[in-house]
């Protein structure tokens, strides 16, 4: 990785989060990362603040890169392909992050046999905690896998699917942070109906529902073995389990994935 130049077409919220990212584990050093976009001021800010390379002219940045992560928006990634195309050589790897975008759409923008590896990130690589699913294409080498998983490693975790698993990629980790905000939100306010006030109550919620996650992750263990850890018998714990089956939280935050995933679907035709 750390002879590679990596460069971003687009600067948004995720292609920001991952050029920090990057920078922030090590992964490459700053001048081995250049990006375009058309927003001039953002570019210089990025460049005096991260050391990194910037220009507002595309084809720039795909001239000194290796690897080329398409951080613009679904509706002009066709447009911007079109004015690279001609000077896109067999050494190029592109990683795509832009939503909805299949591969057989980007790959009919490129040359034949371009290597593309398409990306669904999440929000909370802000943060460094997102959730990405890789799916390779069919030029796409397991050192092209293995290098993106690398680049999306630095903003969190990384698993790899076939692509007709990734609209429920889309419900489930690329809609989940919003579920997750208002679970979290919810607690809190019942925090706050118990009477704590509204800081210490989002507080406790948002680190609790953090701790759980990282006993998941680190653990192993199934969810439903670590919630058997804190219901004792006739417990407080048993008692709030029985007003959430109740009101049937676990088949609508179900239904919720299921919904966001037949959207993306629809999103996608």
């Excluded at 250049?34 to 927003?39: H, K, L, Q, T």
Aim: glycine share 10%.
């Amino acid at each position: 990785m750390k002879n590679l130049t990596i460069g971003f077409i687009g600067t948004g919220k995720m292609g920001e989060a991952l050029i920090r990212g990057m920078i922030n584990a090590g992964l490459v050093k700053p001048e081995r990362i250049c990006a375009s976009d058309i927003d001039e001021q953002k570019l210089n800010t990025m460049a005096e603040e991260l050391g990194i390379v910037v220009s507002c002219d595309n084809l720039h940045t795909l001239e000194k890169a290796d690897v080329v992560v398409l951080a613009v928006k679904p509706q002009i990634i066709r447009y911007v392909l079109q004015g690279i195309k001609e000077s896109i050589i067999k050494e190029h790897l592109f990683v795509s992050i832009a939503a909805g975008v299949n591969i057989d759409s980007l790959a009919d923008e490129l040359p034949g046999g371009t290597r593309i590896v398409r990306v669904m990130p999440n929000i909370c690589a802000t943060v460094g905690e997102a959730a990405s699913a890789i799916c390779p294409g069919d030029a796409a080498t397991e050192a092209d896998v293995e290098t993106t998983r690398k680049i999306l490693g630095a903003v969190g975790r990384t698993v790899v699917v076939d692509e007709h698993l990734m609209d429920a990629v889309t419900g489930l980790s690329g809609s989940g942070p919003a579920f997750i905000f208002m679970i979290i939100e919810a607690l809190a306010d019942g925090g706050v109906h118990q009477g704590l006030d509204r800081a210490t109550a989002q507080t406790l919620a948002a680190q609790t529902v953090l701790g759980a996650a990282r006993m998941i992750l680190e653990s192993g263990q199934h969810p439903g073995e670590l919630k058997d850890m804190v219901t004792s018998p006739g417990g407080t714990t048993i008692w709030g389990i029985e007003a959430l089956e109740k009101r049937k939280v676990r088949a609508a935050v179900m239904s919720a994935v299921i919904a966001a995933s037949e959207r993306s679907r629809e999103l996608g035709k």
